[in-house]
T-cell receptor, first 112, second 107 residues
């Protein structure tokens, strides 16, 4: 089966610019997750969708981050405006059974 | 509050030696524990979970509720085990990852 697809793989922007990441989960997976992984740390959940509804976004900095999952399939995560501390790898994952997550390759964001 | 602690950032062992990667958790409910692994230039993937009680690639992990631990063990390490290992706690709808332990198996 095809895995979780993410794009772009790398992105370099200047602070205060905007950026968007895209994720296409494994077909049939109802749950989609976005994680932020800062260098040297484990993945931190930003937002979790069940179909197109938000299950948990308690750690999403809502003043600058937004995410949507229209039609309950693919999803976009946006940062506007970006800060230096947003430099990280952004991981998307999907699951069909509770908590067994399949991860994408991630998008490495560098904010200069 | 949910928390996962992996006390070792780096663990270096010789090939054939036993390996134990430590994981301690904090959670008031009934926990689901996982180990995820990331090999060099590969994506993060599930290694094993406690409810399966299975051995994957020679690794096992036992949930000890009394000590709130879920240590990952392998009796004889192989060079191909070198990777980043993350312990994860699933509680309710949220999964929390530890900071990870890099395992380096020397020839």
């Amino acid at each position: 089966e095809a895995g979780v697809a993410q794009s772009p793989r790398y992105k370099i922007i200047e602070k205060r610019q905007s950026v968007a990441f895209w994720c296409n989960p494994i077909s049939g997976h109802a749950t989609l997750y976005w994680y932020q992984q800062i260098l040297g740390q484990g993945p931190k959940l930003l937002i979790q969708f069940q179909n197109n509804g938000v299950v948990d976004d308690s750690q999403l900095p809502k003043d600058r981050f937004s995410a949507e999952r229209l039609k309950g399939v693919d999803s976009t995560l946006k940062i506007q405006p970006a800060k230096l501390e947003d430099s990280a790898v952004y991981l998307c994952a999907s699951s069909y059974a509770k908590n067994i997550q399949y991860f994408g390759a991630g998008t490495r964001l560098s904010v200069l | 509050a949910q928390r996962v602690t992996q006390p070792e950032k780096l663990l270096s062992v010789f090939k054939g030696a036993p390996v134990e990667l430590k994981c301690n958790y904090s959670y008031s409910g009934s926990p689901e524990l996982f180990w995820y692994v990331q090999y060099s230039r590969q994506r993060l993937q599930l290694l094993l979970r406690h409810i399966s009680r299975e051995s994957i690639k020679g690794f096992t992990a036992d949930l000890n509720k009394g000590e709130t631990s879920f240590h990952l063990k392998k009796p004889f390490a192989q060079e191909e085990d070198s990777a980043m290992y993350y312990c994860a706690l699933g509680g309710g709808f949220k999964t929390i990852f530890g900071a990870g332990t890099r395992l380096f198996v020397k020839a």
